[in-house]
C-alpha cells in the first residue's frame, strides 16, 4: 500500500506492508497532493506532484522507491495547475490526470511523456477512475458538486451525474 502525506510541513510517499503493518520506505519530496496511482503490476507508482504541476514515476524495486521519470504537465507554480487524482490504463499506454487550480483533465501518452488532450472541466476536479472495461473515466468535480462521464475511445464527456456538495473520491 502507498499513503501520501500532504499539505502543511514534511510531504511525502509511504510504502506499507499491509501483511505486517510496517512502513518499507519513507521517501520525503518537495511537493505532493492528492493523486496516487500504482501501475497494473504494481512495479511503478505514479504521485501528484503537487504545485510544481508534475506527476512523479517511481519504480518499486526491493520495497523501496526509486525515481523513475517526472511527466509534466507545465511550469511550477505560479503557474496553476496542480494536479489531483491520477488514473492509468496500462494497456493503451495512457494516464488520466485531473486538477484542482485549471480545472482541467490531462490525457498523456506515457511513452512519449506528452500531452494528447486537454479538456477543461469548469470546476475544480478531485479524482477520477476508470470503468471496469476502461471506457469512461468518471471524474468528481469538486467545486461543481457533480461526477463527469469522459468517453475515453472518443474523449469527450458525454454525461453530468448531480451530486452532493464537493464530491471528493470515485470508486
Excluded: H
Excluded at 144 to 160: N, R
Aim: net charge negative.
Amino acid at each position: 500500500m502507498a499513503v501520501t502525506n500532504n499539505g502543511q510541513s514534511v510531504q511525502s510517499l509511504q510504502l506499507i506492508d499491509t501483511r505486517t503493518e510496517k512502513i518499507l520506505d519513507n521517501e520525503i519530496i518537495p511537493v505532493s497532493w492528492y493523486g496516487l496511482k500504482f501501475s497494473s503490476d504494481e512495479k511503478f507508482l505514479y504521485a501528484s506532484g503537487g504545485n510544481d504541476n508534475i506527476i512523479l514515476k517511481y519504480a518499486i524495486m526491493n520495497n523501496k522507491f526509486q525515481l523513475n521519470d517526472t511527466i509534466r504537465l507545465g511550469k511550477k507554480w505560479p503557474v496553476k495547475i496542480s494536479p489531483t487524482g491520477i488514473e492509468i490504463d496500462d494497456a493503451a499506454k495512457l494516464l488520466y490526470v485531473v486538477t484542482k487550480e485549471n480545472n482541467s483533465l490531462y490525457v498523456i501518452d506515457l511513452t512519449s511523456k506528452s500531452i494528447i488532450k486537454e479538456l477543461p472541466l469548469g470546476n475544480e476536479a478531485y479524482d477520477c477512475l476508470l470503468s471496469p472495461y476502461k471506457k469512461e473515466l468518471y471524474i468528481s468535480i469538486w467545486g461543481g458538486d457533480k461526477v463527469v462521464v469522459f468517453v475515453t475511445q472518443i474523449k469527450l464527456v458525454t454525461a453530468e451525474i448531480e451530486v452532493g456538495d464537493i464530491p471528493t473520491n470515485c470508486c
